[in-house]
């Protein structure tokens, strides 16, 4: 059984870090592209974030500089440090994993920048 849990969401001020954890699990998470999205309230899932297995990353314009993706393929994990947070990161994040045609999603975590 395919599952991805995230967890390390929360309520912080603008300014402030978080980390994202993604444990995956019911399939070979090397052979996966894994990506970070957020959905605000009243707007489409956009992509935050994305890490092939080799280490290759991809940032949306309004999170570079200030977001970090990384994973750790020995524990079936994929991150996401967020620096810098603004009251537009408030969102709930999701992991994705997708190898193409198969794409798998997690039950989000909830983060809420603000003061």
């Known amino acids: 059984q395919v599952q991805l849990v995230e967890s390390g969401g929360g309520l912080v001020q603008p300014g402030g870090s978080l980390r994202l954890s993604c444990a995956a699990s019911?399939?070979?998470?090397?052979?996966?592209?894994m990506n970070w999205y957020r959905q605000a309230p009243g707007k489409q899932r956009e992509l935050v974030a994305g890490?092939?297995?080799?280490?290759?990353?991809n940032y949306a314009d309004s999170v570079k500089g200030r977001f970090t993706i990384s994973r750790d393929n020995a524990k079936n994990t994929v991150y996401l440090q967020m620096n810098t947070l603004k009251p537009e990161d408030t969102a709930v994040y999701y992991c994705n994993a997708v190898r193409l045609p198969q794409h798998y999603w997690g039950q989000g975590t909830q983060v809420t920048v603000s003061s």
């Open positions: 019911g399939f070979i998470f090397d052979n996966y592209y």
């Open positions: 890490i092939s297995s080799g280490g290759s990353t």
